[in-house]
């Protein structure tokens, strides 16, 4: 009778969590061996492996490069061996290397008109190396700054890029349905945000969004149109409504996050934000009017290892954004990626487990760099429990220690965060607007 009873009650527990895989900044460099270059603008993506397999480059790189085939394969092999079926996998954006248009110029000069179809090869390459990995896991992605026909920060509203980005992927949703594939299609083609209902029995809703329109730094290649960003703000309005009317449990993913970017700032020696002001300013508000319903946030860009908490007036953390580090390691981090649980009665995070590879060692498998709960001593991530994570980097020395050492995913010679200017960073943890952030490092 006891042995039923423990059945019954492991398999509830089971049912009651759900995990999941979560990726970042892949920046795949089809261009690593440039010997291959031609052979890959004139054959179908599905020989690309075949073709990588024949180079004498069969290691995954180091740093200040970002990744080529060997490390997208290792990267792959080692979240599936983690989790060969998780609910569902999040990849927060960049999938393209960087520079990948004018590498193209400089390795295929005799292709010249083949930049778009190299581009389309290169993003359906990834998303069938995905399904032939995980071929029955919901892939939920969303768009990078790098990710476009035309350059860094550059995606075209309305644009071919959204289409056929969204084609590449609508059969990783796993919806089986050629209608629901084609709604999802059409909606990603007018700006590239999407929502996602899950169907593993928590009521979830992703909504995936595409805040390069965002970014001070976005133009439109193509012919302007409207204003993106304005537009997608509208609609992110009006879906929260949505949801909170609905009383709707909402993760919000994207790309590019709001608040300082620290590095940029401290580099420059002038605040810098992600975004515009303008649209910085309307999201905190929109974050702040539906907390209620936003149970979890997750972004990427920054490489590292991070997260972003929203005080309200009050000085109540009430929300926050997960930053996912990269697989690139081209600023100095180590590849990375994160396996995630979630509660799916309550859809909230209750921790993180994050694995890194050590590419300054070569042959050394993959492992894992450390439990989120455990390492902060903590359960749960939720706005509170990260408030208390902010306190003790800032009055513990042993924590400050972990902080600055998984900020780069446990690479020790890599600039950036220090014992001199961590307070910065920590600022930028809980400082989301230029005022704040003033205010932060005067009082620090």
Same mark, same amino acid.
């Given at each position: 009778?006891?042995?039923?009873?423990?059945?019954?009650?492991?398999?509830?527990?089971?049912?009651?969590?759900?995990?999941?895989?979560?990726?970042?900044?892949?920046?795949?460099?089809?261009?690593?061996?440039?010997?291959?270059?031609?052979?890959?603008?004139?054959?179908?993506?599905?020989?690309?492996? *075949?073709?990588?397999?024949?180079?004498?480059?069969?290691?995954?790189?180091?740093?200040?490069?970002?990744?080529?085939?060997?490390?997208?394969?290792? =990267?792959?092999?080692?979240?599936?061996?983690?989790?060969?079926?998780?609910?569902?996998?999040?990849?927060?954006?960049?999938?393209?290397?960087?520079?990948?248009?004018?590498?193209?110029?400089?390795?295929?000069?005799?292709?010249?008109?083949?930049?778009?179809?190299?581009?389309?090869?290169?993003?359906?390459?990834?998303?069938?190396?995905?399904?032939?990995?995980?071929?029955?896991?919901?892939?939920?992605?969303?768009?990078?700054?790098?990710?476009?026909?035309?350059?860094?920060?550059?995606?075209?509203?309305?644009? *071919?890029?959204?289409?056929?980005?969204?084609?590449?992927?609508?059969?990783?949703?796993?919806?089986?349905?050629?209608?629901?594939?084609?709604?999802?299609?059409?909606?990603?083609?007018?700006?590239?945000?999407?929502?996602?209902?899950?169907?593993?029995?928590?009521?979830?809703?992703?909504?995936?969004?595409?805040?390069?329109?965002?970014?001070?730094?976005?133009?439109?290649?193509?012919?302007?149109?409207?204003?993106?960003?304005?537009?997608?703000?509208?609609?992110?309005?009006?879906? #929260?409504?949505?949801?909170?009317?609905?009383?709707?449990?909402?993760?919000?993913?994207?790309?590019?996050?709001?608040?300082?970017?620290?590095?940029?700032?401290?580099?420059?020696? !002038?605040?810098?934000?992600?975004?515009?002001?303008?649209?910085?300013?309307?999201?905190?508000?929109?974050?702040?009017?539906?907390?209620?319903?936003?149970?979890?946030? #997750?972004?990427?860009?920054?490489?590292?290892?991070?997260?972003?908490?929203?005080?309200?007036?009050?000085?109540?953390?009430?929300?926050?954004?997960?930053?996912?580090?990269?697989?690139?390691?081209?600023?100095?981090?180590?590849?990375?990626?994160?396996?995630?649980?979630?509660?799916?009665?309550?859809?909230?995070?209750?921790?993180?487990?994050?694995?890194?590879?050590? =590419?300054?060692?070569?042959?050394?498998?993959?492992?894992?760099?450390?439990?989120?709960?455990?390492?902060?001593?903590?359960?749960?991530?939720?706005?509170?429990?990260?408030?208390?994570?902010?306190? !003790?980097?800032?009055?513990?020395?042993?924590?400050?220690?972990?902080?600055?050492?998984?900020?780069?995913?446990?690479?020790?010679?890599?600039?950036?965060?220090?014992?001199?200017?961590? !307070?910065?960073?920590?600022?930028?943890?809980?400082?989301?607007? !230029?005022?704040?952030?003033?205010?932060?490092?005067?009082?620090?």
């Amino acid at each position: 009778m006891l042995l039923v009873i423990g059945i019954i009650q492991a398999l509830f527990a089971q049912e009651k969590h759900g995990n999941i895989i979560c990726a970042s900044d892949i920046h795949f460099n089809p261009y690593y061996d440039s010997t291959l270059v031609s052979k890959l603008v004139t054959s179908p993506y599905r020989q690309w492996a *075949a073709i990588f397999a024949t180079s004498a480059i069969q290691q995954p790189n180091t740093y200040n490069s970002d990744a080529n085939f060997p490390l997208l394969k290792s =990267v792959l092999a080692a979240m599936k061996k983690q989790n060969p079926s998780p609910a569902f996998m999040v990849i927060t954006g960049d999938f393209l290397c960087h520079n990948f248009q004018s590498n193209f110029k400089r390795y295929a000069p005799a292709y010249s008109d083949s930049l778009k179809s190299f581009t389309d090869k290169t993003i359906r390459f990834m998303a069938m190396l995905f399904n032939q990995y995980f071929p029955k896991t919901v892939v939920l992605p969303v768009l990078g700054n790098n990710d476009s026909y035309c350059g860094d920060y550059m995606v075209e509203a309305d644009g *071919a890029f959204l289409n056929m980005f969204a084609k590449a992927w609508a059969p990783l949703q796993r919806n089986h349905n050629t209608m629901m594939d084609k709604v999802f299609v059409n909606n990603f083609s007018k700006g590239g945000y999407y929502t996602y209902a899950l169907r593993d029995g928590s009521g979830g809703k992703l909504m995936m969004l595409n805040t390069v329109f965002f970014s001070a730094k976005y133009t439109n290649c193509g012919t302007p149109t409207g204003n993106p960003a304005s537009e997608e703000l509208g609609w992110i309005s009006r879906t #929260l409504k949505q949801c909170a009317q609905r009383k709707s449990k909402v993760w919000i993913a994207f790309h590019i996050p709001p608040g300082i970017d620290v590095n940029s700032t401290l580099y420059n020696k !002038k605040i810098t934000t992600m975004w515009a002001n303008s649209c910085n300013t309307a999201f905190i508000n929109l974050l702040t009017q539906y907390a209620p319903v936003i149970r979890a946030g #997750l972004s990427g860009h920054t490489h590292m290892d991070d997260f972003r908490l929203l005080y309200n007036s009050a000085g109540t953390p009430i929300s926050f954004f997960h930053i996912v580090p990269a697989v690139s390691p081209l600023f100095g981090n180590n590849p990375g990626f994160q396996c995630m649980n979630y509660n799916k009665t309550t859809f909230t995070l209750t921790d993180i487990q994050t694995h890194y590879l050590d =590419v300054s060692k070569p042959g050394i498998p993959w492992a894992l760099e450390y439990d989120y709960d455990k390492t902060y001593g903590i359960t749960g991530i939720n706005p509170l429990s990260l408030d208390a994570v902010r306190k !003790k980097i800032a009055a513990n020395p042993a924590y400050l220690n972990h902080y600055i050492n998984f900020y780069n995913v446990n690479n020790p010679a890599a600039s950036g965060i220090n014992q001199q200017n961590w !307070k910065s960073y920590w600022c930028g943890t809980g400082s989301l607007t !230029k005022a704040d952030f003033i205010s932060c490092t005067a009082v620090q």
